[in-house]
């Protein structure tokens, strides 16, 4: 079992790698004498996991809870899936001292810290992500919300999780297109603030491809270790935070104009190669950086192209409803050197158009 904590003072967590055996005290500790409510989906409900952690509760005497399941997908990520959620809550009895439990991928982890957010004025919920992408991002942090018809995440709330417990062997059990939508999220981290744990995927590459457990449970403690960092810092991303949306801009742009068939970590890598791209064209890093990058994205059989016909003018515009842009400029996160990247506002659009031409 691998272990750290998120230092936020009276809102600090822990975070557990492992087996069910190796959390589930912790988990029992945060339910004990609470009444819980279950989120997950169809596709985690499918695999038996859903089943699995009933189970577990049930043969540990904890039986006060109820389960609840909504569609998969990022199109289901919205205000219409919160509401769904809260009534859920209602229905299983939820008072102000009940607790939610987010087990599943991104899109139900955010869902439900934002129900649990708004339920009653705000209770507590908990973390247990089933994809890698969840996993090394979107579950550790306190970041919850939905989309809206405008863009991605613009509705939500920072509330912090009281656990984020992360079971390997749900993950070992995801199909390979699942993991590898991850992937994208952890070289992201080498890429904003350590280099030599990029240096590490890149001689590594070949593990990367396969899921060895033990060698993705360190990858996923380090990631995890790199957020717990900034977060600590910046809780509520009023400055430094900003830089673990590096590859975003972009990469929610073109998501959202593939109505959400592109993957999120696909469009992150996307994202990341435009980043950098134009960090090149603005002479912030070396050609190096992004030879670099993109090598090590390719190797993980994650694209650094636009899809094919993308509209250039219409990427741009999407990319104007990100919540880090201030009146009506881009404001990007370009990297400088491997491990360091900075905050760029008012970004020039000729430019920017210019090196999203080059990825086409």
Request: aromatic letters at 6%; proline letters at 4%.
């Amino acid at each position: 079992m691998d272990r750290l904590i998120v230092e936020l003072g009276e809102r600090s967590y822990p975070i557990v790698i492992g087996s069910p055996d190796d959390f589930l005290p912790c988990l029992l500790e945060k339910l004990a004498g609470r009444r819980a409510l279950i989120v997950t989906d169809e596709n985690v409900d499918a695999a038996g996991h859903l089943e699995a952690l009933e189970k577990s509760l049930a043969q540990a005497g904890y039986t006060d809870f109820q389960s609840f399941i909504l569609p998969p997908g990022e199109e289901y990520k919205n205000l219409a899936a919160v509401e769904m959620i809260a009534g859920a809550a209602v229905n299983a009895g939820l008072d102000r001292k009940g607790i939610m439990l987010a087990l599943s991928g991104g899109v139900v982890g955010d869902l439900t810290g934002f129900a649990a957010a708004i339920y009653m004025r705000g209770i507590e919920f908990i973390q247990l992500p089933t994809t890698l992408l969840a996993a090394v991002d979107s579950s550790v942090g306190g970041k919850t919300g939905a989309d809206l018809s405008a863009g991605k995440n613009l509705v939500g709330a920072f509330h912090q999780p009281q656990l984020v417990a992360m079971n390997l062997q749900t993950l070992a059990t995801l199909p390979e297109k699942e993991w590898r939508n991850g992937l994208a999220e952890v070289v992201k981290y080498g890429v904003i603030m350590d280099e030599e744990f990029f240096a590490l995927l890149e001689r590594e590459s070949a593990a990367l491809n396969r899921f060895d457990p033990d060698f993705y449970s360190q990858v996923i403690l380090h990631c995890c270790s790199c957020k717990a960092q900034v977060v600590a810092d910046d809780e509520q991303e009023k400055g430094r935070r900003a830089i673990l949306n590096y590859g975003h801009t972009v990469g929610h742009a073109v998501e959202k104009l593939s109505n959400f068939t592109l993957p999120h970590g696909m469009a992150v890598a996307i994202g990341m190669a435009a980043a950098a791209h134009l960090a090149v064209k603005m002479q912030l890093c070396a050609p190096e950086l992004e030879s670099r990058q993109n090598d090590l994205l390719r190797k993980l059989a994650l694209p650094v192209k636009l899809p094919a016909n993308s509209d250039i003018s219409g990427v741009i515009n999407a990319m104007k409803s990100d919540k880090k842009n201030s009146a009506g400029a881009i404001t990007m996160i370009l990297p400088e050197a491997v491990g360091s990247v900075k905050i760029v506002r008012n970004v020039d659009e000729k430019l920017l158009a210019a090196a999203l031409e080059d990825l086409l």
